[in-house]
């Protein structure tokens, strides 16, 4: 049935003296969500500047109601806790939102730390990640989300880091699928990074955006002979930044780079 937060429904970290607690979770499932209120998981506020605040939790909403989304749904944050003190941030956590128009391999992961830069800690994948493959990955208002060693995620959509940051440990790895376009920008280092999709178009972003391969990292981009992956950078043809770092490798077949410079 439909929900609707007018209040809050929480899992924050409890705040301490000394180092406040983790957020908790939150997981809905629901044919529609509306209100003016705010659904959080948020880390808790520590108050000695010796010691840390609790990192943000994991918010997990999804929508099955036919023509249901999140406009006008309630506030969703998962953001680290702070130091009142010295406003000094501990990491965010993870919000997932799906709908039923995204489908089983669809929703948007959003790694969103209030327009904090953490001093500490950071949004993790690491173990088996959740909710995975994902429509689209968002990490922004200073965010920061780190891949562990040798896990992998799919995205069919768009992978954007515009405000925020993205790392992945050795033999990491993010993987494009699904057909259309799918944009990439903002600050990524990664560790593996593939796209092998015929007929595929890739988006670069410039501006503030450099998409880096670490070393001992891969870069796999590959089309076929009769449909190649098109590189091409956003907002019209140009120059856009990829660096390949000593000691990493790339793997390149039947690609169209007719817009880049």
Same mark, same amino acid.
């Given at each position: 049935?439909?929900?609707?937060?007018?209040?809050?429904?929480?899992?924050?970290?409890?705040?301490?003296?000394?180092? #406040?607690?983790? !957020?908790?979770? /939150?997981?809905?499932?629901?044919?529609?969500?509306? %209100?003016?209120?705010?659904?959080?998981?948020? !880390?808790?506020?520590?108050?000695?500047?010796?010691?840390?605040? %609790?990192? %943000?939790?994991? /918010?997990?909403?999804?929508?099955?109601?036919?023509?249901? %989304?999140?406009?006008? @749904?309630?506030? &969703? *944050?998962?953001?680290?806790?702070?130091?009142?003190?010295?406003?000094?941030?501990?990491?965010?956590?993870?919000?997932?939102?799906?709908? @039923?128009?995204? #489908?089983?391999?669809?929703?948007?992961?959003?790694?969103? =730390?209030? $327009?904090?830069?953490?001093?500490?800690?950071?949004?993790?994948?690491?173990?088996?990640?959740?909710?995975?493959?994902? $429509?689209?990955? /968002? &990490? +922004?208002?200073?965010?920061?989300?780190?891949?562990?060693?040798?896990?992998?995620?799919?995205?069919?959509?768009?992978?954007? @880091?515009?405000?925020?940051?993205?790392?992945? @440990?050795?033999?990491?790895?993010?993987?494009? +699928?699904?057909?259309?376009?799918?944009? &990439?920008?903002? +600050? =990524?280092?990664?560790?593996?990074?593939?796209? *092998?999709?015929? !007929?595929?178009?890739?988006?670069?972003? *410039?501006?503030?955006?450099?998409?880096?391969?670490?070393? $001992?990292?891969?870069?796999?981009?590959?089309?076929?002979?009769?449909?190649?992956?098109?590189?091409?950078?956003?907002?019209?043809? $140009?120059?856009?930044?990829?660096?390949?770092?000593?000691?990493?490798?790339?793997?390149?077949?039947?690609?169209?780079?007719?817009?880049?410079?």
């Amino acid at each position: 049935g439909e929900l609707k937060v007018d209040g809050l429904i929480s899992a924050d970290g409890a705040p301490a003296d000394y180092s #406040g607690g983790a !957020g908790g979770s /939150v997981k809905i499932e629901a044919a529609s969500l509306s %209100g003016s209120g705010t659904i959080r998981a948020d !880390g808790g506020a520590g108050w000695d500047a010796k010691w840390c605040c %609790g990192g %943000g939790g994991r /918010v997990a909403v999804r929508l099955t109601g036919q023509g249901a %989304g999140f406009s006008g @749904a309630p506030a &969703i *944050t998962a953001y680290g806790g702070r130091l009142p003190a010295t406003a000094r941030t501990a990491g965010p956590g993870t919000v997932w939102l799906r709908t @039923a128009a995204d #489908g089983e391999e669809g929703g948007r992961l959003v790694i969103d =730390n209030g $327009g904090h830069q953490a001093a500490y800690g950071r949004a993790d994948l690491d173990g088996e990640v959740e909710w995975c493959p994902f $429509g689209s990955v /968002v &990490i +922004t208002n200073g965010g920061d989300l780190f891949l562990g060693g040798n896990r992998a995620v799919t995205v069919s959509g768009d992978w954007l @880091a515009c405000g925020g940051a993205f790392s992945g @440990a050795v033999d990491s790895a993010v993987h494009f +699928t699904g057909p259309g376009v799918s944009r &990439i920008a903002g +600050t =990524n280092d990664f560790s593996g990074l593939s796209c *092998t999709v015929p !007929g595929k178009t890739l988006r670069f972003g *410039t501006t503030g955006s450099l998409q880096r391969i670490d070393a $001992g990292g891969l870069l796999t981009l590959a089309g076929s002979a009769g449909a190649k992956l098109t590189l091409a950078r956003e907002g019209g043809d $140009g120059l856009w930044p990829l660096a390949l770092c000593a000691g990493s490798s790339m793997s390149l077949q039947y690609l169209d780079v007719s817009h880049s410079d």
